[in-house]
């Protein structure tokens, strides 16, 4: 193969390229012909007849003369998409709908409100009013009567309908919260400070430092100790004097307004994770972990083209091989005392069961050793939310309870806890185990503002489902089924929960809400594809971010106090798609089930046709595959892979067919779909893809011996294994920024699904693409950026290394890309990038 050459041709070609100028309303979905599906795809509506629009574009483009479809089109800034609106938001002050939205041919991004009575007209939001319009955090008295809220370096309070006053300026706030009596709490630093919002007086209610306390009088900690102080008299008169002088810092504190509260010391090696004080100001809670280096001096990535022409050594993670555990302390502090309580992990269930006795075992064998059993305590830690950032501390409004949510290191256990606090323990109230990992997804929980009720998600049942407990009493499941509920937004008075879910189809993903009380279902939202929601602050609104397969994102607004939500169609608001990707005939994919071989569950997929698929000789195909592995692609909604779908649509110009699974260990699908690839990264996948091209074979008038794949990150992971061990499935393939030794990916991910490699290097072994390098016997095109700091460039180096070592010269390029992160940046790299993927295929096609 020499893909330089035939670049040459292919890719002024490829720029010419013009594909149909048929306006998007004249789009329909390519039939696939003579297929029984297990279900049938509906028609997708096309964005003028979308029956939830308020109104047409507001031009439109010439379709007579159309719009080119080009590669270096589809791979230009995709300002010329339209440009769609991001971070949608209600607004801190009044009921206004807000947004921004990237400026044209700029880097900068404007910032736009409108009305909820009138959200057609949008303005701009100048400097000067931005903090009434948006928020870092905010919090709102339980008597909805204050609300506090920061903004760059500042601290804002408003009462009511009164104007917002600037309490605070020029420092860091965080952790808002407000106590039963309407103060103000606010963290600065080391402490948690008491703010009157009236007055604007402050006072420090808790203060901490880790270091040793000065004046700490320690009980004697053996036998020598104490005879030690009972014969030497200078020992005994030192720990009379810092008695003293400890008593006296505790009167001061107590009776002198003069003297701020007593200091709580913690441990000088161990440092903060997370701090919550109660709304009674009575308790705090605090979370500290051990200060440890979490890379080392050799974790580097070389940036080579830089401003000064020198190179720059950019420090990065540490790679999972180098991983320790984590061990988080929590501690109960009592502020009337200023005395801290540990409260112990021995009392969770479970904690320091031996869950990975078997994998253990296993790699024992293979080293001819026999693992005994052991019952020490697991390494638990707060558990941290990928995708929520505020800490997994949860205080009732009432201040009367905490909870906690709490994770072992090594992924196989979750725990809900409370705290007695006359005992002063954690009591748990639920426990999740998985023998896989537990998801770092749907760890959602809180309280009901008026009970002692805890809601949250658990996907014990194999689907993440919701869940309420009152203290003292079982479990109820408010939702079941085999679909995923996520996204909980309960109301102010606790009665509803709202939440997403794909109950309908597993692409499609609607709002809904339940009674906590009646358990009753009501569906909000009808709008078919992918939809996202934001409840407004009075409750009566919901913003809307939707988008079809054909439809990038826009916003919509939906009342919710109507009697019957379907009647009543959800209003779009924004109008941003150009009228040069309307003017584009794109081929929509069919959303797919294709049974499996290995599994009772169908695999969903996009299936991209051309028109006529049927006739003529048997056709290629390519087979992309996604990302992060954990992600769901296959929905009905935009793709996060626009340039792949835009690219998808030119292939099937040229007559490819384009497949795009759902493979085992995507997302979307439950806990035994997500857990398919636990210690076998690439089999399950594999498996799934070769029914994939077993399905095309037989329904889309495909050559076996004409297929081809490609894809980016676990995508590129997926085709390195795929050529390596399947050599037969492709007849050529493109590993985009891949993967290709887990051992040097990062911790968070990698030791979910393969543990450390220390623990089970059996699951790296036969994880890894460069295990099985010497597999390779089909073209092979390796694409890799040098300023990843996600999967590392030397991942490549290594690989193309192993593969000069086993003189596969013949059957590999290489493109690097020297300024590129993970996610290219700059129009040329992505159309340098697809330009070689598409000679490849043209070449071995």
């Not at 030497?232 to 003297?259: C, H, P, V, W």
């Not at 996202?532 to 826009?554: F, G, M």
Request: hydrophobic fraction near 35%.
């Amino acid at each position: 193969m020499n893909i330089k050459t035939v670049l040459i041709g292919f890719s002024t070609a490829l720029l010419l390229l013009v594909g149909c100028t048929s306006p998007i309303s004249e789009i329909k979905t390519t039939a696939v012909e003579n297929v029984h599906f297990k279900e049938t795809s509906e028609p997708v509506k096309n964005i003028q007849e979308d029956e939830h629009s308020t109104a047409q574009q507001s031009s439109k483009f010439d379709s007579d003369k159309g719009f080119p479809l080009t590669l270096k089109q589809i791979m230009a800034d995709p300002d010329w998409l339209g440009r769609q609106p991001e971070k949608p938001r209600w607004s801190v002050v009044g009921k206004q709908i807000v947004y921004s939205r990237k400026k044209e041919s700029s880097p900068l991004k404007a910032l736009l409100k409108s009305h909820v009575s009138e959200p057609e007209n949008v303005s701009s939001i100048s400097d000067e009013e931005m903090h009434l319009y948006v928020s870092d955090a905010q919090a709102m008295s339980a008597d909805k009567t204050w609300l506090a809220w920061t903004f760059g370096d500042s601290l804002f309070v408003k009462y009511k309908t009164n104007e917002a006053v600037i309490v605070r300026q020029g420092s860091h706030y965080s952790n808002l919260l407000w106590t039963t009596t309407n103060s103000l709490l606010v963290q600065m630093g080391d402490k948690i400070v008491s703010i009157d919002p009236e007055t604007g007086s402050e006072s420090v209610v808790f203060s901490w430092s880790f270091s040793p306390d000065p004046n700490l009088v320690l009980p004697p900690a053996d036998y020598l100790a104490e005879e030690q102080i009972k014969l030497i008299g200078y020992i005994e008169k030192t720990r009379e004097d810092k008695f003293k002088k400890r008593s006296q810092q505790r009167m001061l504190a107590e009776n002198s307004s003069a003297y701020g509260v007593e200091k709580v010391y913690f441990q000088s090696n161990k440092q903060l994770v997370s701090v919550r004080v109660s709304p009674l100001l009575n308790y705090a809670i605090v979370v500290t972990e051990g200060k440890k280096k979490y890379r080392n001096d050799s974790d580097i990535m070389p940036h080579y083209i830089q401003e000064n022409g020198r190179i720059k050594a950019e420090s990065v993670r540490q790679r999972v091989a180098d991983a320790t555990p984590d061990n988080d302390d929590v501690w109960l502090v009592d502020l009337n005392t200023m005395t801290k309580k540990h409260l112990s992990f021995s009392s969770l269930p479970g904690y320091n069961d031996d869950v990975l006795a078997t994998e253990k075992s296993e790699n024992a064998q293979v080293k001819g050793d026999i693992y005994q059993t052991n019952r020490l305590p697991r390494p638990i830690t707060l558990l941290r939310n990928w995708y929520n950032s505020e800490p997994s501390i949860r205080w009732h409004v009432s201040g009367e309870h905490v909870a906690l949510m709490l994770e072992a290191w090594d992924n196989k256990d979750r725990w809900i806890t409370t705290v007695d606090f006359n005992d002063k323990k954690l009591v748990t109230q639920h426990r999740q185990s998985d023998e896989a990992w537990i998801n770092y997804a749907y760890n959602d929980f809180g309280w009901l503002n008026t009970s002692a009720t805890l809601y949250y998600l658990t996907e014990e049942t194999g689907y993440s489902q919701l869940n309420v407990k009152a203290l003292g009493q079982n479990a109820v499941a408010l939702t079941r089924g085999e679909f995923t509920v996520d996204n909980m937004t309960p109301t102010l008075d606790g009665e509803f929960i709202y939440y997403t879910a794909n109950k309908q189809h597993p692409g499609v993903y609607e709002v809904f809400k339940v009674n906590t009380r009646t358990g009753e279902h009501q569906q909000i939202t009808y709008l078919e594809g992918m939809s996202s929601y934001l409840l407004s602050p009075d409750e009566n609104h919901l913003l809307l971010t939707h988008s079809k397969l054909n439809q990038p994102p826009e916003l919509y607004l939906k009342a919710t106090q109507i009697a019957n939500p379907k009647e009543v169609k959800a209003k779009r608001i924004t109008h941003t798609v150009s009228d040069e990707f309307n003017a584009i005939s794109w081929t929509i994919p069919a959303i797919v089930p294709i049974a499996s071989s290995n599994t009772d569950a169908d695999i969903y997929s996009r299936v991209y046709l051309p028109e006529n698929v049927h006739n003529g000789e048997p056709r290629r195909a390519v087979v992309f595959t996604h990302g992060a592995g954990y992600l769901q692609n296959a929905h009905k909604g935009w793709s996060s892979y626009f340039r792949e779908y835009m690219f998808h649509s030119l292939l099937v110009q040229q007559g490819y067919v384009v497949l795009d699974m759902d493979y085992r260990a995507s997302k979307g699908y439950g806990r035994d779909w997500r857990t398919a690839n636990y210690r076998n990264m690439g089999k399950a996948e594999i498996e799934d893809l070769k029914d994939g091209v077993d399905w095309l074979i037989e329904n889309a008038n495909v050559d076996r011996h004409r297929v081809g794949t490609y894809g980016g990150s676990y995508g590129g992971f997926l085709t390195l294994m795929s050529l390596f061990k399947a050599p037969d499935l492709f007849q050529a393939g493109a590993a985009l920024r891949p993967v290709t030794d887990w051992a040097h990916y990062n911790t968070g991910y990698t030791a979910n699904i393969l543990n450390l490699p220390s623990i089970d290097p059996i699951a790296y072994q036969r994880s890894s693409p460069i295990y099985f390098a010497e597999g390779l016997q089909k073209p092979l095109l390796i694409n890799a950026p040098m300023v990843d700091s996600n999967v590392f460039f030397a991942d490549v180096v290594r690989l193309v290394q192993r593969l000069i070592e086993l003189e596969k010269t013949h059957f590999f390029e290489t493109a690097i890309y020297p300024v590129e992160p993970h996610g290219f940046v700059q129009p040329s790299s992505w159309l340098d990038e697809y330009t070689r993927i598409y000679a490849l295929f043209e070449e071995n096609l």
